[in-house]
């Protein structure tokens, strides 16, 4: 779908001992795009997600990156749930991605005002203050300009909206949606078709471990289309 491909899977399959997760997926995220992968539980989008980033490998099949140059890949994923240090400071969550990635000394000190920048004031004002104090979307901002740390080409995001307050899913879906058009390839997991339809240029629907649909909002009755492949015949 438009452009040329950052990351692809061919024929990928994944099965947790007797359970198979995914099936047959052939799939190609375009370099700048922002893609979203919609389903309902247990469709197979978090382990699609993580086939995508490189955390695990298929049971069957090809993943293959396309970096430009020579050095891999860079692709960060924001897991389900956020998984940050609820009893750590904003700081120090952000300083723990930083030393896992070799970043210390005065790098560290521009590093972390530079992404400090990119969070709302009033968490930039509170980094002192622990994690899990935060409402859940501020925890999603900070999980997000987190996995920023590692300077990603491609970000992978499962499930942002996952239990926060409607304006909350907007401040974070605007923030997504900023960092796309700065160039960062985006890959968005999502439960709620007609969110991934209004933010992503491409979006493909699982279920059951298959993709069932794939298009664009823009395409004419798809959104119909991919509403009736979410679902499914009962
Ligand atoms: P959710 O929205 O609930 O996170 P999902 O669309 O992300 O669902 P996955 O988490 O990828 O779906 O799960 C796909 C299938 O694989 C489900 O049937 C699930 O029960 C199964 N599964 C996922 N992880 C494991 C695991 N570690 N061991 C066994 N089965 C698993």
């Given at each position: 779908v438009g452009g040329e491909p950052v990351l692809t899977l061919a024929g990928v399959g994944h099965h947790y001992g007797g359970v198979q997760?995914?099936?047959?997926?052939?799939?190609?995220?375009?370099?700048?795009?922002?893609?979203?992968?919609v389903g309902a539980n247990g469709a197979g989008k978090s382990t699609l997600g993580r086939l995508l980033h490189g955390s695990m490998t298929p049971s069957s099949g090809e993943r293959a990156t396309h970096p430009v140059g020579d050095e891999p890949l860079r692709i960060s994923l924001v897991p389900e749930g956020r998984a940050l240090f609820k009893t750590l400071s904003v700081r120090e969550n952000l300083e723990v991605s930083a030393y896992a990635m070799g970043i210390g000394g005065r790098k560290?000190?521009?590093?972390?005002?530079?992404?400090?920048?990119?969070?709302?004031?009033?968490?930039?004002?509170?980094?002192?203050?622990?994690?899990?104090?935060?409402?859940?979307?501020?925890?999603?901002?900070?999980?997000?300009t987190r996995a920023l740390m590692a300077d990603p080409q491609v970000l992978i995001l499962d499930e942002p909206a996952l239990g926060l307050s409607p304006a909350m899913v907007q401040e974070v879906y605007r923030?997504?949606?900023?960092?796309?058009?700065?160039?960062?390839?985006?890959?968005?997991?999502?439960?709620?078709?007609?969110?991934?339809?209004?933010?992503?240029?491409?979006?493909?629907?699982?279920?059951?471990?298959?993709?069932?649909?794939?298009?664009?909002?823009?395409?004419?009755?798809?959104?119909?289309?991919?509403?009736?492949?979410?679902?499914?015949?009962?």
């Open positions: 997760a995914l099936r047959d997926i052939d799939l190609s995220i375009p370099r700048g795009s922002i893609v979203g992968i560290l000190a521009t590093t972390l005002d530079e992404m400090a920048q990119r969070l709302p004031e009033r968490v930039r004002t509170r980094m002192h203050i622990s994690a899990g104090a935060l409402s859940g979307g501020e925890q999603q901002l900070v999980a997000i923030q997504i949606t900023a960092l796309a058009e700065q160039g960062i390839t985006t890959i968005l997991l999502d439960q709620s078709l007609p969110r991934a339809l209004q933010t992503c240029s491409t979006v493909v629907v699982l279920r059951q471990g298959e993709v069932v649909a794939t298009g664009s909002a823009v395409d004419e009755g798809f959104a119909a289309r991919a509403e009736e492949a979410y679902f499914g015949e009962v």
